[in-house]
């Protein structure tokens, strides 16, 4: 299945208006000389000031079309284009950074000569006081990176994706590692510089990192786009390929209650029913009138919550195919 949605509002993310098209890759195909397709005609454009979440199972194609965008890899058919230009340039890679989930670096330098030495290999890095504060490195700078902790070295990392200032920043997997502290100060970095104009694709594993994040989402699954909007409009669509309804009151009530499956499925909105030992859940289009119901028929209900569907719940649904 393929689709494309159109923008809505989406109240926790707030998508910058339309601008140039910073990167893209249009109808390309990727197949490895062993016979492994890759990419399947799979098209994808990054904007100016738009965080974009590449998402998909092990073996969708991702990591390809990172490469592509790269510039270390060409596509057996279509274009990959970066600032309107080849992606292997180098005016081109000036103007990207790249944090790779498995990043290294030398581990007897220091945290400030690591950046000072990324620094130089551009003509109009970032200050070196930005990159510390953005990557929250204050007080480790004189640390040899082979001192440091795990979440220490993933900001290190960080901190060199952004010493040349990019237009274009790739990042593989940011925050794994980090402390919930940690994480959330790497997000707020993020959607500083995409509020400056950068252009960012992100992926992740860590679906709430995208839901987040992300402006938009575009789920790949073996080598094609399955579906691609913003997080409210994946998660819809994820509902609405489960058998739901896309409305956007669409509602999973969890609660403990002594009343059948048979019976739950016969009250108004309710889509599918989940019942186990001690919990069931509820999936509702009609959330309000589901509840009046639930509560006239069971007085004894308790343990109730009511939310909105997961990213998670989406992109298994979109991805079981």
């Not at 003509?123 to 795990?150: C, H, K, T, W």
């Not at 790739?170 to 925050?175: M, N, W």
Request: charged fraction near 20%; hydrophobic fraction near 40%; aromatic fraction near 4%.
């Amino acid at each position: 299945m393929s689709a494309t949605l159109q923008r809505s509002e989406d109240l926790s993310s707030h998508p910058p208006a339309p601008s140039d098209t910073v990167a893209s890759l249009s109808r390309v195909t990727k197949r490895y000389a062993n016979g492994v397709l890759a990419l399947d005609d799979l098209s994808l454009t990054l904007q100016r000031g738009q965080i974009v979440a590449l998402l998909g199972p092990n073996g969708a194609g991702k990591s390809t079309a990172v490469k592509l965008l790269m510039g270390l890899s060409t596509p057996t058919s279509g274009s990959v284009r970066i600032f309107a230009a080849d992606p292997r340039l180098t005016t081109t890679r000036l103007r990207t950074g790249v944090m790779l989930q498995v990043g290294r670096a030398p581990e007897m330098l220091r945290v400030r000569e690591h950046i000072h030495i990324f620094r130089g290999y551009y003509p109009n890095p970032m200050p070196y006081a930005d990159i510390v504060r953005a990557a929250q490195l204050e007080g480790v700078e004189d640390r040899m990176f082979g001192q440091l902790s795990g979440g220490q070295k993933q900001r290190v990392l960080f901190a060199l994706a952004l010493a040349g200032d990019p237009d274009l920043l790739f990042l593989d997997e940011p925050t794994v590692g980090l402390d919930i502290e940690s994480r959330r100060g790497m997000w707020a970095q993020i959607r500083s510089l995409a509020a400056r104009g950068k252009a960012v694709l992100l992926t992740t594993h860590y679906l709430e990192e995208a839901d987040a994040l992300a402006h938009r989402i575009v789920v790949i699954n073996k080598g094609r786009v399955i579906c691609e909007g913003t997080p409210s409009e994946v998660k819809s669509l994820g509902a609405s390929t489960s058998g739901n309804s896309t409305s956007r009151s669409l509602k999973i009530i969890r609660c403990t209650t002594t009343l059948a499956a048979t019976t739950l499925l016969a009250i108004p909105g309710v889509t599918t029913v989940e019942a186990a030992t001690t919990l069931t859940t509820i999936t509702s289009t009609q959330p309000e009138a589901t509840l009046r119901e639930l509560l006239t028929l069971d007085p004894s209900l308790h343990s109730l919550e009511v939310s909105s569907p997961a990213l998670e719940d989406a992109f298994l649904a979109l991805t079981s195919n």
